[in-house]
């Protein structure tokens, strides 16, 4: 039986429905039919919404809305990750908002998602700082549900098989997004000083902007845990990007 054959309805709802974000970009990529059917806004919203929870908030839904094509835009600029170099041919305008969506999974279990707002107005303060965003108040803890023995050295190791994170940031003056994690951790390690462990996230981009051709752009996601002795509860204490700028050796 031919695609065309097949009512279109049942495509939508029993068959695309079941597909995630790469397989239906292909999908569509089949025929013009397929192409239309795989346009469909709703069926981005919820992949968009499965793969990142965070994106669910209204902030991130308003700022989504106006991308070119919706969800789909946003989930294609936003999945797997960036190009390891980064380009324009045009000054960009400026932009006095940059939206965090964030979700951070253990064994694909959803453990903490929260969306920040960060102004981005130039000022002295945001010029002379390398550009860091704060997800967590001082002493502000994020319980969850996995558990750990008290062996050191098993908890570093599954922490870092199975904890994955997502940091997307959103531009809304440009509709433009971009994941900024390595999405697995690139290293584990304890804080002896303070008996937590800290897990560090890291993507390095390469710009190709004509004045700033001998420079690459370092992005730094850390996230601190620990255990609460009493339970073994797993819990999160601190979690921030930082991006700094940095010339290239010739």
């Not at 209204?58 to 094509?69: D, E, G, H, R, T």
Request: glycine share 2%; charged share 20%; with cysteine.
């Amino acid at each position: 039986m031919a695609i065309a054959e097949i009512h279109q309805d049942i495509i939508q709802t029993h068959i695309l429905t079941r597909l995630n974000g790469q397989s239906l970009a292909i999908v569509g990529c089949t025929s013009l039919l397929l192409q239309f059917l795989c346009s469909d806004e709703k069926l981005w919203s919820d992949i968009c919404s499965s793969d990142w929870p965070s994106t669910d908030e209204p902030l991130v839904k308003q700022a989504i809305s106006n991308f070119p094509s919706g969800h789909r835009s946003f989930f294609s600029e936003s999945f797997p990750s960036p190009s390891n170099r980064l380009t324009t041919t045009s000054p960009l305008p400026q932009t006095s908002q940059i939206i965090s969506s964030v979700d951070i999974r253990y064994n694909d279990e959803l453990m903490f998602s929260k969306v920040e707002s960060t102004n981005t107005t130039p000022s002295d303060w945001f010029q002379t700082l390398p550009f860091r965003i704060d997800l967590l108040e001082p002493k502000e803890l994020i319980p969850s549900v996995v558990k750990f023995s008290s062996d050191d050295q098993v908890m570093q190791s599954n922490l870092e098989k199975h904890m994955t994170l997502s940091w997307i940031l959103i531009n809304p003056a440009l509709n433009r997004a971009m994941n900024l994690s390595s999405k697995k951790p690139v290293s584990v390690q304890r804080n002896w000083l303070t008996d937590e462990i800290e897990l560090n996230f890291a993507f390095v981009a390469v710009s190709g902007i004509s004045v700033y051709d001998n420079v690459y752009v370092n992005c730094n996601i850390k996230i601190t845990c620990g255990v609460k002795q009493t339970s073994g509860e797993l819990y999160v204490s601190g979690m921030s990007l930082t991006v700094q700028i940095y010339e290239r050796n010739p």
